[in-house]
């Protein structure tokens, strides 16, 4: 299994500004993912994180609002910008390592509220 | 369309009593069907995941099902307890084009078990 450690765990920030979202992962994985929550609702995936490349965006996510990074194999960045309270959202970390099967683990969520 | 449709949406259930959660899908082609838990500001936490041959698999208390003619799937608790409270949701995932794969999550049930 993959330990994930994403942060901040919660964060409450001013209309306009950014915030980046870390995510660790114990180990090298073949894949990572960002997905938002919404309150009650379930995932929806923003992006895969590409390592050594530019993340592929699902429909309805872009990347000057949603800028991705992958260095390597263990981390991720997630960045929210010019936050509007319609933002205010869980933000998870997920990873699948398909050399260990198909298995895909999820880090504890960042909770932010935009005020 | 993808789509992975829960019921109920909400449950409440006296401690030690069973219950049993639906998820039907139209996800094409099928990879895998898995079982998350995620409790209240916690990220998912996988309970099962079945591929298209396998019609039954235990975690423990949890028990899941898989009909691959129907495209239905149950997750069936025993002798509920009260940290089982939480959001159970059923997220199946489809090989996409690309050899990548895609995963459409239900919108989850969210069972209350009371002492």
């Known amino acids: 299994s993959a330990v994930i450690s994403q942060k901040p765990s919660r964060d409450i920030c001013q209309r306009g500004t950014s915030l980046t979202i870390q995510c660790q992962v114990d180990s090298q994985v073949t894949m990572m993912f960002w997905y938002r929550q919404q309150p009650g609702q379930s995932l929806t995936l923003i992006a895969t994180a590409n390592q050594g490349s530019e993340a592929t965006y699902e429909s309805g996510f872009v990347i000057d609002k949603f800028p991705i990074s992958r260095p390597n194999l263990t981390f991720s960045t997630l960045t929210v910008s010019n936050m509007s309270p319609e933002d205010s959202s869980i933000y998870l970390c997920?990873?699948?390592?398909?050399?260990?099967?198909?298995?895909?683990?999820f880090g504890q969520g960042t909770r932010l509220t935009v005020v | 369309k993808n789509q992975v449709e829960q019921s109920p949406q909400s449950l409440i259930i006296l401690e030690g009593k069973n219950c049993t959660l639906q998820c039907n899908y139209t996800v094409s082609p099928f990879s895998n069907l898995r079982w998350y838990k995620q409790d209240t500001g916690r990220g998912p936490v996988s309970l099962t995941i079945?591929?298209?041959?396998?019609n039954t698999k235990s975690n423990g208390r949890y028990t899941a099902t898989l009909d691959a003619d129907t495209k239905q799937s149950s997750l069936h608790i025993t002798a509920s307890q009260l940290s089982d409270s939480a959001s159970y949701i059923c997220v199946v995932s489809a090989l996409g084009p690309s050899g990548t794969y895609k995963y459409i999550f239900g919108t989850g049930t969210r069972l209350k078990v009371l002492a």
């Open positions: 079945m591929t298209f041959s396998e």
């Open positions: 997920s990873v699948e390592d398909l050399r260990g099967g198909t298995e895909a683990f």
